[in-house]
């Protein structure tokens, strides 16, 4: 579900160069505190606050932008080389805890887009991981 929401929310099929240049972010709080110990689920450990894309020039600090533009370039190239259309970067964040993982998700050109709305992305994307659906 992650992959399929971001790729959506890029516009890919109309503007693939966006790949390049852009990022997800998925903002996640942590709510293992909730739960007894023996209940926690790994799935619904963590719950989505808000999903956003952002410029790799524009949104993070000079000490991290090279390294995820050179991230997302890379990425890109052996995407490419496996005859796919490019690859995008999702990054899960929380920062309560100060944690980061990365998510590299390669696209082919079967992309599609909504048409509809423009954050209806965001919206099933948030309600599947917070129901526990990651694939």
Aim: proline share 2%; charged share 25%; glycine share 4%.
């Amino acid at each position: 579900m992650i992959g399929q929401s971001a790729i959506c929310a890029f516009t890919l099929r109309s503007r693939p160069q966006r790949a390049l240049h852009e990022f997800t972010v998925i903002q996640l709080t942590d709510r293992r505190h909730l739960f007894p110990r023996n209940r926690i689920c790994c799935e619904t450990a963590f719950y989505a606050t808000e999903a956003s894309i952002h410029d790799v020039a524009t949104a993070l600090p000079a000490a991290y932008r090279q390294d995820l533009q050179n991230d997302i370039v890379h990425a890109n190239m052996k995407s490419w080389d496996k005859g796919l259309k490019g690859a995008i970067v999702v990054l899960l964040t929380c920062e309560e805890l100060n944690i980061t993982h990365s998510l590299l998700i390669c696209f082919d050109s079967d992309v599609w887009e909504w048409l509809d709305e423009e954050e209806g992305w965001k919206r099933d994307l948030i309600n599947s991981l917070n129901e526990g659906l990651l694939m």
